[in-house]
């Protein structure tokens, strides 16, 4: 089946450490993104991917890095550095401008 | 930032009443798309309209579109329990590969 999968569904990280989420697409599609939600908020976009090696920063990326050496991978690492990292993440992709985004299951980040 | 609005934040209706959901956003587009979020899960594309459209149909979704006001608004006919959702109106630049959603609204369907 093709699709975007993203994992783990629930994840939960201590002060200081850090965790990288991970999301991978089988659609071919050449851009990915990643962005965060918070608790009844709308989406924030973190990072864009619009082709393999090269990202572009979102709104709120400090705190945040990602990597596309992949096309069908874009994974995101929530770093120490960002001091409220507790929300809902999510993914998306699309195979080019001015089509339908397809967005994962989400990951739910906790620090604990 | 350039993430748009939608209006209402929150709206509860009785089953088999429609539901509108408005939408502003900033910049110059090339389409409009809105999304559905059941709780806790990703988002699902319902409708994309084109900025050469006004309006569009898609079963019992109506949307329009007015570029001369940046808004555009979301039309649930004869909604259902089932409806009860988060939607999200989401649009790009013409340039360049962003992809910016709403901040929601968050619709309730009372059976």
């Known amino acids: 089946d093709g699709g975007i999968t993203q994992s783990p569904k629930y994840l939960f990280r201590k002060e200081g450490q850090n965790v990288t989420l991970s999301c991978e697409q089988n659609?071919?599609?050449?851009?990915m993104y990643w962005y965060r939600q918070d608790p009844g908020q709308g989406l924030r976009l973190i990072y864009y991917s619009q082709i393999v090696n090269d990202f572009q920063k979102g709104d709120i990326a400090e705190g945040y890095s990602v990597s596309r050496e992949k096309k069908e991978s874009f994974p995101l690492t929530v770093t120490s550095a960002q001091k409220n990292p507790t929300a809902f993440y999510l993914c998306?992709?699309?195979?080019?401008?001015?089509?339908?985004?397809?967005f994962g299951q989400g990951t739910r980040l906790t620090v604990v | 930032s350039q993430q748009g609005e939608e209006d209402p934040q929150a709206l509860s209706i009785q089953e088999g009443e429609n539901a509108t959901m408005n939408c502003s956003y900033k910049t110059s587009i090339n389409n409009l798309q809105w999304y559905r979020q059941n709780s806790g899960r990703g988002l699902v594309h319902l409708i994309l309209i084109r900025s050469n459209e006004r309006e569009k149909h898609s079963g019992r979704l109506r949307v329009t579109l007015d570029t001369s006001k940046k808004s555009s608004s979301l039309l649930i006919t004869a909604s259902r329990a089932a409806d009860t959702a988060s939607y999200f109106c989401a649009t790009g630049p013409n340039t360049g590969n962003q992809f910016y959603f709403g901040t929601g609204t968050s619709l309730t369907v009372i059976p």
């Open positions: 659609l071919n599609h050449d851009a």
């Open positions: 998306a992709s699309r195979s080019r401008v001015n089509t339908e985004a397809f």
